[in-house]
């Protein structure tokens, strides 16, 4: 997995619609100097921390809720984003805030306060089965949504086009600013989501067993699913929402790794980065000069993929 | 009777909605002995086991263990005193037998740490010896037959190295032969290992064959805590269940039959 890592992290920056050589890099042209450290680096670097975020973030979802489809999305943490997304697109001339366009600000700010509301169910009384909390995300998830297309609805052809856009996910970016932003929420999840594996493997017995054994249901699922608001709010921000690596990276994985969290974990980092990489590369070159949207080929890829496993791993 | 109170219940009772489940009991485990808990369904037999392993808050009366209160000790440490075996586990446990048994080191274990200590490796093996199960250790759970895996949830708290057992249930779904060998497995934890038994049970005649003390429970309240010679007669067994029960073998531990027909 660090080899299949550590390769696509070297390889893919030198692949796109004009592929680089080492010499190439050697000879000091500035426009290959450019193309190379300001837009392709920083763009596998962020693919790869995105990717390897939504896989933990999928991950450890699917074991607090025990549920297989459970994923980034199903707690309507992108609903939030999207929501934001699009009433920022609706108004116009927003400009910039802190760095960062308005349409990334809204959104993440659509993220944080779905994740109150879910932090807020979870510490309070009203949900002591955590299946309640998933199907409380689903009804955010569903009124998000709604209020989405109500937006769209009102606004005009080429709003409507930006917003269909957002909502398609894309990697593009220039210089490190988004990097550097979605770095440190991925070290906190990856190292809380470490620090909780012991629960995290604990609770794949059963919510009484482990409860009965010492771990802190609320506390754990504080720690998820705090860590797990933070990382995708502060993806889907910069990304949009990027399906399929959250959902189908960490059960391709288990296959693989087995069951626990000390290793599925960094394997999902590791893992869901390398794919999101791979799935962008191909987004980048397909239709190249042109660029097909990541999430499209990400579904494309992953999907008849794990339907092979799902088949393959019945013999 | 043996000596030493390891736990003890004083007026416990628990309510849910405002009705009341359990009411006004009184109850102390002994070390080494293993007492049975019988009633009807509804009786509040579940609801007992999760107020003494404290999965449950009292919503009266208090619970003790040796001298300290139950709210006095953390879960981690109350876990590594008391191991639970719930009724009911997940279908599908994606864990090896010997992952299984290592989680019931949970109470031990520091996040902290890369990996589990050597002390937590031996009290696995000793768990799985005890339960004469080491040939499943690197067997898939899923691929178990009930009685094999009830006997890997076994295992899974013997690995807690607490002083008592509360088992739920553990025979229910069971085919004879697995129910003898589950029974046989704790009788030998009790008697052999020392290890205290608080098990719930509908098996009358699994509860005289294995209890020291037989606790029967109706409507909430406890009808009377006694031996198997003192609970196991028509008398008592009606009261109880409101069913005609005959004795078919006497003695210390006397075997029942239920009576059919009206």
Sequence with gaps: ?315 | MKEGVLLAAQGIGWEADGHPILADLDLEVLTGECLAVVGPNGAGKTTLLRLLVGLLEPSSGSLSWENSAYTDLTRRELAQRIAYVPQSHPLRIPLTVEQMVLLGRYPYLSALRVAPREGDYRAVARALELAGIEELRRRPLAELSGGERQSVYIASALAQEAELMVLDEPTTHLDPLHQREIASLLGRLNQQAGLSVVVATHDLNFASLLADRILALRNGTAVACETPAEMLSASRLEEVFGAPFSVVRGGERPLTLLEWGS
């Design chain 1, 1 to 315: 997995m660090a080899g299949l890592w550590l390769a696509t992290l070297l390889i893919a920056p030198l692949l796109g619609s004009r592929i680089l050589t080492l010499g190439d890099l050697l000879s000091g042209d500035a426009t290959v100097g450019t193309i190379f450290w300001s837009l392709r680096v920083p763009r596998v670097l962020l693919a790869m921390l995105a990717g390897g975020a939504l896989a933990m973030s999928g991950l450890a979802l699917q074991t607090l809720f025990r549920n297989p489809l459970a994923e980034p999305y199903t707690l309507g943490i992108a609903g939030g984003a999207a929501l934001g997304a699009v009433l920022a697109l609706q108004i116009d001339g927003l400009g910039q805030a802190l760095g960062f366009p308005a349409v990334a600000v809204a959104s993440f700010l659509g993220a944080v306060v779905v994740s109150a509301v879910i932090l807020g169910l979870a510490m309070s009384g009203y949900t002591r089965e955590t299946s309640t909390l998933l199907l409380a995300g689903i009804a955010i998830s569903l009124s998000c949504s709604a209020l989405v297309l109500f937006v769209q609805y009102l606004a005009d052809f080429t709003k409507t086009f930006r917003m269909v856009r957002w909502m398609m996910g894309g990697l593009s970016v220039v210089g490190y600013g988004e990097v550097l932003w979605l770095l440190p929420w991925t070290v906190l999840g990856l190292v809380t989501l470490l620090l909780l594996r012991w629960d995290l493997n604990l609770l794949l017995t059963g919510e009484e067993l482990a409860v009965s054994r010492g771990v802190d249901l609320k506390r754990l699922r504080l720690g998820v699913l705090g860590v797990a608001s933070a990382m995708v709010g502060a993806l889907v921000a910069v990304t949009g929402p990027i399906g399929f690596v959250g959902l189908i990276v960490p059960h391709i994985l288990r296959r693989w790794v087995g069951p626990d969290h000390l290793f599925l974990i960094p394997a999902c980092l590791l893992g869901g980065g390398a794919f999101l990489a791979i799935c962008d590369l191909g987004a980048r070159t397909v239709l190249a000069p042109a660029e097909l949207p990541v999430g499209v080929l990400t579904a494309l890829l992953g999907g008849p993929f794990f339907l092979w496993l799902l088949i393959a791993g019945r013999r």
